[in-house]
């Protein structure tokens, strides 16, 4: 079975990103077919990307570094819950992304986005930042809007038919994390 992580895309003090991310493992652990767990970046505490070399070559020297590599390591697909600043995703999203490489590479991955205009723009960027990352970024996507979802524009109350585009997103990640697996054991 697979194992996905459900990443929370903001670290700001009142992120709308933690009752998202729980509402998507609620929907997800009814499922049978992968395993999930949710991942907070504010529990690693990382600082603006400090490593003096390249992720690439995967030579790390903090701690916090090896923290996040270890945790990323372990999933074999990711679904990023992800807010809309700017039109981009969060800087503490790319910023987490951004500390590692291999760990990322040949997975599968599906977003989950709020904002505006449904955090479409900010999963537009995450899936550049994918290419480069060589994960499969699936097409089913869930977007919440912050008029419609959000009692007040701030206690999240999603309608219910979004239950079901998590699930059409999760279905999208699990069948490419499952093949990618299968992939990635042949390799080694
Ligand atoms: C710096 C910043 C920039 C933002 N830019 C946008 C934007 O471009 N489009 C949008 O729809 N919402 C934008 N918003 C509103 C956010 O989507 C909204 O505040 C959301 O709650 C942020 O997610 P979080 O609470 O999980 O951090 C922005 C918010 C912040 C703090």
């Known amino acids: ?6 990443i929370i895309g903001s670290t700001r003090p009142g992120r709308k990103a933690e009752a998202v991310a729980k509402w998507v493992y609620e929907i ?3 499922r049978t077919d992968a395993e999930f767990e949710i991942v907070d970046i504010k529990d690693f505490n990382l600082p603006l990307l400090d490593e003096p070399m390249s992720p690439m070559m995967g030579r790390y020297t903090h701690q916090h570094t090896r923290d996040w590599s270890a945790k990323i390591a372990s999933f074999d697909a990711f679904v990023f819950v992800t807010p809309e600043y700017n039109h981009a995703t969060s800087g503490a999203l790319k ?3 951004d500390f590692l490489y291999h760990e990322w ?18 999963v537009e960027n ?15 996507q869930v977007g919440l809007s912050l008029f419609t979802d959000f009692e007040n524009f701030s206690v999240f109350k999603p309608v219910p038919n979004h239950e079901k585009s998590v699930n059409a997103m999760l279905d999208q990640v699990i069948a490419w994390g499952g093949a990618l697996k299968t992939l ?3 390799q080694k």
Do not use: P
Request: charge should be positive.
């Open 1 to 6: 079975m697979i194992r996905i992580g459900i």
């Open 28 to 30: 997800a652990e009814k």
């Open 95 to 97: 910023n987490a992304i």
């Open 105 to 122: 590479v040949n997975k599968a991955a599906g977003f989950v986005a709020y904002g505006a205009a449904s955090g479409t723009r900010a």
């Open 126 to 140: 995450l899936r550049l930042i994918m290419g480069e990352l060589q994960v499969a970024d699936v097409r089913a």
């Open 184 to 186: 990635r054991e042949k």
